[in-house]
T-cell receptor
Framework: ELKVEQNPLFLSMQEGKNYTIYCNYS?????LYWYRQDPGKSLESLFV?????AVKQEGRLMASLDTKARLSTLHITAAVHDLSATYFC??????????FGTGTRLTIIP | KAGVTQTPRYLIKTRGQQVTLSCSPI?????VSWYQQTPGQGLQFLFE???????NKGNFPGRFSGRQFSNSRSEMNVSTLELGDSALYLC????????????FGPGTRLTVT
């Protein structure tokens, strides 16, 4: 059974700082997704990572995938308040079945 | 392009009742997946339909069922509701090719009393 672990679960960081969220998964997969969820809202797609070594960047967020290590990272550069949200990684175990990590609740402190 | 729509957005039911939730995917998307989100269990996969066929199913009891119509719209049914079924139910649509991401609807907030 595919298991997906994210850490940290909670992250408070000051504006302007950099940090990384980690996503580890237990079985082979070459499809990993990052989503953002604001309180009381649905999930917003951030990145689709489809191969080993894939790197995607959008604004202050950059995601990467290492399928050999079964690890994806979401790096936040020079955080701003608007990035406060819960971030989920999700691994495709086959046939569109996504297994989600526990989520990382990110709070950016002015 | 319209996004994924779900109805109703909020629902309050009594234990033992049944409920049907509806999801309309993005035009052109043939895959619809359902997820349950709770504070305790997080986001869990329920099932996925592609061209009216269930392709995958999560580890939920048989009280949870679904179907997909020829226009790709999907419904999810929960019978004999339990208090633990209170959750945000999210549906997601995609092209179903495992290349493109799933787009999520706003969710249906179900409260069982």
């Amino acid at each position: 059974e595919l298991k997906v672990e994210q850490n940290p679960l909670f992250l408070s960081m000051q504006e302007g700082k950099n940090y990384t969220i980690y996503c580890n998964y237990s079985t082979t997969s070459d499809r990993l997704y990052w989503y953002r969820q604001d309180p009381g809202k649905s999930l917003e797609s951030l990145f689709v990572l489809l191969s080993n070594g894939a790197v995607k960047q959008e604004g202050r967020l950059m995601a990467s995938l290492d399928t050999k290590a079964r690890l994806s990272t979401l790096h936040i550069t020079a955080a701003v308040h608007d990035l406060s949200a819960t971030y989920f990684c999700a691994v495709d175990g086959g046939n569109e079945k996504l297994t989600f990590g526990t989520g990382t609740r990110l709070t950016i402190i002015p | 392009k319209a996004g994924v729509t779900q109805t109703p957005r909020y629902l309050i039911k009594t234990r033992g009742q049944q409920v049907t939730l509806s999801c309309s995917p993005i035009s052109g998307h043939r895959s619809v997946s359902w997820y349950q989100q709770t504070p305790g269990q997080g986001l869990q996969f329920l099932f996925e339909y592609f061209s009216e066929t269930q392709r995958n199913k999560g580890n939920f009891p048989g009280r949870f069922s679904g179907r997909q119509f020829s226009n790709s719209r999907s419904e999810m049914n929960v019978s004999t509701l339990e208090l633990g079924d209170s959750a945000l139910y999210l549906c997601a649509s995609s092209l179903g090719d495992r290349v493109h991401e799933q787009y999520f609807g706003p969710g249906t907030r179900l409260t069982v009393t």
